[in-house]
C-alpha cells in the first residue's frame, strides 16, 4: 500500500514567522500536487511538482520535490493569517491514482 | 468558469433514510471522483468514473454506498440506508486526467443523527 506522510500533523505560529511541511513516502510518484483546503470548503490546487529536485515558488510559498521523486516539502516565508488552512498533498503513482497524504493543519497567529 | 457544484451544502437526517448527494462537474473533465473527508481518516476516494463509466469502487464502505453517473454532467452518491458513522463531508472532484490536478466542490456536509 502506498502512503503519503505529512508532517507535522498540526502547526501554530505567530505571523511573520517562517515554517516548512514536509511530504514523504517510500515509493515514487510522477508527480505530486500540493492543495490548500479551508474551513468550509475543498481542496484547491496550488502547484504541482513533476522533475525529481524540481522547486517551484508562489510567493511567498516555496516547493521543492525531492531528488528521488519521493519525497517533498513546502517553505512558507512570512507566514500571514491568509496561509492558514489544511495543506494536503497528493503523490501521482504508476497508475496515475493520487495518493493523498493526512494533511498539515497551519494556523497562523495574528 | 463555473467550478465542480454539488448539492446540497448541509444535510441533516435521521439513521436509517436514504441520502441522496449531487455533483456537477467541470464540462470538459473526463474524470468524477467522490471523496469522503473525516478528522479521524483524512480524506478517503470512495469511488471514481471514466467517461460517466465507474472504473474503481474499491473505496465504497459498504453496499448502502451507491453511485451513478448518468451523464457527463451529473453524479449522484447515495446512502441508503445511512448510519450515524456516515458522518462527514463529501467531496466530489473533477478533473482532464488521471493524476492531473483535481477541481474540488464545496462539499456536502452530511450529519447522520
Known amino acids: 500500500t502506498q502512503l503519503l506522510e505529512q508532517s507535522p500533523q498540526f502547526l501554530s505560529i505567530q505571523e511573520g514567522e517562517n515554517l516548512t511541511v514536509y511530504c514523504n513516502s517510500s515509493s515514487v510518484f510522477s508527480s505530486l500536487q500540493w492543495y490548500r483546503q479551508e474551513p468550509g470548503e475543498g481542496p484547491v490546487l496550488l502547484v504541482t511538482?513533476?522533475?525529481g529536485g524540481e522547486v517551484k515558488k508562489l510567493k511567498r510559498l516555496t516547493f521543492q520535490f525531492g531528488d528521488a521523486r519521493k519525497d517533498s516539502s513546502l517553505h512558507i516565508t512570512a507566514a500571514q493569517p491568509g496561509d492558514t488552512g489544511l495543506y494536503l498533498c497528493a503523490g501521482a503513482n504508476s497508475n496515475y491514482q493520487l495518493i493523498w497524504g493526512a494533511g498539515t493543519k497551519l494556523i497562523i497567529k495574528p | 468558469d463555473a467550478g465542480v457544484i454539488q448539492s446540497p451544502r448541509h444535510e441533516v437526517t435521521e439513521m436509517g433514510q436514504e441520502v441522496t448527494l449531487r455533483c456537477k462537474p467541470i464540462?470538459?473533465?473526463?474524470?468524477l471522483f467522490w471523496y469522503r473527508q473525516t478528522m479521524m481518516r483524512g480524506l478517503e476516494l470512495l469511488i471514481y468514473f471514466n467517461n460517466n463509466v465507474p472504473i474503481d469502487d474499491s473505496g465504497m464502505p459498504e453496499d448502502r454506498f451507491s453511485a451513478k453517473m448518468p451523464n457527463a454532467s451529473f453524479s449522484t452518491l447515495k446512502i441508503q440506508p445511512s448510519e450515524p458513522r456516515d458522518s462527514a463531508v463529501y467531496f466530489c472532484?473533477?478533473?482532464?486526467?488521471?493524476?492531473?490536478?483535481?477541481?474540488f466542490g464545496d462539499g456536502t456536509r452530511l450529519s447522520i443523527l
Open positions: 472532484a473533477s478533473s482532464w486526467s488521471l493524476g492531473q490536478p483535481q477541481h
Open positions: 464540462s470538459g473533465h473526463d474524470y
Open positions: 511538482v513533476v522533475t
